[in-house]
């Protein structure tokens, strides 16, 4: 590209010496013709389109009321609603004096400039037309990209991407008087990079309530380095709390976040989180945190009531959790690989420090959005820890992991490390192959197999093998698929370490280091599926016409029935001199006969639409059309099952009576909708002509005024059935809502209640308040142990720069 010549007179793309001299002779021509004096701006303007239609390309045009040219300065004088454009590009003022030798422009009187999208006020500016720098008195800038006002006694457009400014002040908010802005006595602004301000105040309204002597903050769309927004609380059991955050951009792949945490009843804690994505097929997010806790608990009495009455106590003071998700690959990115990492110094640290940026709750829920798995319940004491490696083929998959459970009650001082008898997979090889047809035969054929390595601290260790074949013989006739199957499971075990552990049922004999055991079973699979179509508009069908437009209604229903009946039976088998490492040790014998019966209502919508391409157009008819979508709008589902061994059992038949019937279990998913969704999971007894479980959410949302759900779970008390003895009574409620409510407010509350013990699990309310350029959200929550008081303040584009969500 061409350098610019100097000068209104000359376009960006021709400087030549012919170029020149033709727009020389112009001026001395028209210049004798008219002298120093003025032209009308008829004349003014048709001055400037002469000379600029000389070369089709020039960049400037220029109206005014009247021009005046004073040709031994090289002057002109415009006066009277000035206007200097080129292309998008365009200057405002009252009066104009532009110098042809230097390329300035001084402008007085509402001054407006408009470059690159950016523009400026003021009331005197001078401007270099060549070079696009210049600077304005007594005004404005607004930087479009980032919706940045500069406001201030002098402003200066640098170059390009660089403001500086003398006693002004920044916001992003709109309107003469802002809800906050920054106020400094000097500073500069570099669109995509910083913003540096010597003694910068922040205001709410005119009003200062923070200083600093030297302050830096990305003034960006994309991430960029910095502090983000503090997170101040308070609680009855932490104390008043501020969580400062520092935001690292490494590059484009990967960042880091800093915390520090104070809190005034426990210390300081710090933390890091670092994240990267390297491409859509890996990313990882690693978090840890540490704190040097002001108070512990050396015995039971000194906990917090709400960790009393578990045997455990809290003696160690340096607390801290390390956590992380990572998802890619090995080498080739068909090998996939996974990794989870969960360790905490105690079983009452993520209970203890829930809320916030480092938080239990916001860390799960992020794992759970970012990687579609989150942590163990936060009340466990086992956390769990997993690498795994895995490949699929055409016929075959391999999935390759190490698991490691951390068990809290073993990990302080409560019990030795060495009497920890949990149980590790170090590792655990899976290789299944899928169902596959046996040659030109009628028979498929598939297999799992499994080889784990279990060890623990105390009690018996070894390794496993399982090689789990399954030959089928799928029969499809017009009624549906019956599919029988046979199936054997060979295990062989090798012992290395015999160690009995009390309460752990283990009757291996100790004299065989290796040991074996073979199980057969056999199924059967009967399916079939079964439909009709509804026509829900017979003689009222939906048109496309100009009346029509934006009408909707439902035309037509499809009811899908599938009917499922499975048996299964698996032979008694002894396997007591076999050492016990997990369930599938000791699988017992089956003799179960069960049915499942699914409904599905779909629904389609029809609905009058204007055609693409039509808009502003009058309309007919023929510019509109039915657009036509479908929905699951209802599914029902059946399940129970008949217990063939329960049903001749003899055992303990003075105690509980014979039960063969399970309970009926409906879900409900019922969605007509984008405004209503309810979910329902309910379980009958035949037996005890009840309900013995039921879980139950149902929500809505209106566009504009809020969302509302309502939530019950019920688990009967049941003492007469074997399978579930000590089955107790349990009812949560559990509801809530979001409501908008005028002048950018909303309100949010949730609600948790064991109705049974009549006591509230916890409460929460919050008032927001949402703002062109900042949002405020005040929380309060409640439970049995905390109060908790909470302050979230986003101040709309600061936080943006960052490309991070506060």
């Not at 206007?83 to 042809?100: E, K, S, V």
């Not at 997010?285 to 106590?313: I, K, N, R, Y």
């Not at 169902?435 to 499994?450: K, V």
């Not at 779970?713 to 559990?734: C, G, M, P, T, Y």
Request: include cysteine; proline fraction near 4%; aromatic fraction near 14%.
């Amino acid at each position: 590209m061409m350098k610019p010549c100097p000068s209104l007179w000359f376009s960006n793309d021709s400087c030549s010496v012919i170029g020149v001299m033709a727009r020389l002779v112009v001026v001395i021509l028209l210049c004798c013709l008219f002298g120093f004096g003025w032209f009308t701006p008829v004349q003014a303007q048709s001055l400037f389109q002469q000379d600029f239609t000389v070369d089709p390309d020039a960049p400037w045009t220029l109206e005014a009321d009247r021009v005046e040219s004073h040709r031994a300065e090289q002057l002109f004088e415009a006066h009277g609603n000035v206007i200097i454009r080129q292309g998008l590009n365009w200057i405002q003022a009252d009066t104009a004096r532009y110098f042809r030798d230097t390329g300035f422009a001084l402008l007085d009187g509402n001054v407006r400039i408009e470059w690159d999208g950016d523009i400026m006020v003021g009331e005197q500016a001078d401007f270099d037309l060549v070079n696009s720098v210049g600077w304005v008195t007594n005004g404005e800038i607004f930087l479009a990209q980032e919706h940045v006002y500069i406001r201030g006694a002098f402003l200066e457009r640098q170059c390009e991407q660089t403001f500086a400014f003398r006693g002004a002040h920044l916001t992003t908010c709109d309107g003469p008087v802002p809800a906050w802005s920054i106020r400094s006595s000097e500073g500069d602004v570099t669109t995509g990079g910083y913003a540096r301000m010597w003694h910068p105040r922040f205001q709410v309204r005119n009003t200062p309530v923070l200083y600093s002597p030297f302050m830096i903050f990305p003034v960006k769309t994309e991430r960029q380095s910095g502090f983000l927004i503090p997170e101040p609380s308070y609680s009855d059991r932490l104390g008043i709390g501020l969580n400062l955050p520092y935001y690292w951009a490494i590059d484009e792949e990967q960042d880091a976040t800093f915390y520090a945490n104070m809190m005034s009843d426990r210390g300081l804690m710090v933390g890091a989180e670092y994240r990267h994505f390297n491409n859509l097929d890996s990313k990882g997010v690693w978090q840890a945190d540490w704190l040097h806790d002001s108070e512990t608990a050396p015995t039971e009495a000194d906990e917090d009531p709400q960790f009393q009455g578990d045997g455990l106590t809290r003696a160690n003071a340096n607390r801290y959790w390390i956590r992380g998700k990572y998802d890619g690959y090995l080498g080739n990115p068909l090998w996939r690989t996974k990794l989870d990492l969960d360790l905490v110094s105690d079983q009452n640290y993520l209970r203890e420090f829930k809320h916030g940026y480092t938080g239990y709750t916001r860390t799960h829920d992020n794992m759970v959005r970012d990687f579609g798995r989150g942590l163990r319940n936060i009340d466990s004491v086992h956390r769990s820890n997993a690498v795994e490696l895995s490949r699929n083929w055409t016929q075959a998959g391999f999935r390759g992991s190490l698991f490691y459970t951390q068990d809290l009650r073993y990990w302080t001082d409560n019990n030795p490390s060495s009497e920890n008898p949990t149980l590790q997979h170090l590792p655990e090889l899976n290789l299944d192959f899928y169902r596959t047809q046996l040659g030109s035969s009628m028979f498929e054929l598939e297999a799992r197999n499994q080889a784990v390595y279990f060890w623990r601290e105390k009690g018996t260790t070894g390794a496993r093998m399982d090689i789990i074949p399954r030959l089928s013989l799928p029969w499809t006739t017009g009624f549906g698929t019956i599919t029988p199957s046979m199936g054997w499971r060979q295990t062989f075990y090798a012992i290395d370490r015999h160690e009995q552990v009390p309460g752990i049922p283990d009757s291996v004999d100790e004299s065989k280091d290796f040991s074996e055991r073979g199980i057969p079973d056999f199924r059967v699979d009967a399916f079939t599926s079964l439909f009709s179509i509804y026509n829900l508009d017979a003689g009222r069908e939906l048109t496309a016409t100009v009346d029509n437009l934006g009408n909707a209604s439902w035309s037509r229903m499809r009811h899908t029935i599938e009917p499922e009946l499975t048996y299964s039976y698996t032979p008694s088998i002894d396997q007591d001199s076999n050492p016990v490492f997990t369930r599938d040790d000791r699988i017992g014998k089956q003799n179960l006969l069960s049915y499942s019966l699914r409904n599905t209502f779909n629904r389609r919508l029809d609905r009058v639409v204007q055609r693409t391409g039509t808009e502003g157009q009058p309309l007919t008819d023929d510019m509109t059309r039915i657009v036509t979508t479908y929905r699951d709008f209802l599914r029902v589902r059946l399940d129970q099952s008949y217990n063939l061994e329960e049903a001749k059992r003899d055992e303990a038949l003075d105690r509980f009576e014979r039960r063969p019937f399970s309970d009926i279990r409906m879900d409900v998913v019922f969605s007509p909708g984008q405004y209503v969704d309810l979910i329902n999971r309910t379980w009958y007894s035949p037996y005890e002509h009840a309900i013995t479980e039921h879980e139950h959410m149902l929500r809505g949302y209106y566009p504009g005024i809020g969302s509302a759900y309502f939530g019950f779970d019920f688990l009967a008390e049941v003492q007469d059935d074997i399978r579930r003895q000590n089955q107790r009574k349990r009812e949560i409620l559990r509801l809530g809502g979001l409501l908008h409510l005028p002048r950018g407010w909303h309100v949010r509350t949730d609600y948790k209640r064991d109705l049974l013990a009549k006591e509230d699990i916890e409460k929460l309310f919050s008032v927001g308040f949402t703002h062109q350029c900042y949002f405020l959200d005040f929380i309060f929550t409640q439970t049995q142990n905390e109060d908790r008081f909470e302050l979230r303040i986003s101040l709309k584009g600061l936080e943006d720069f960052l490309g991070l969500g506060l």
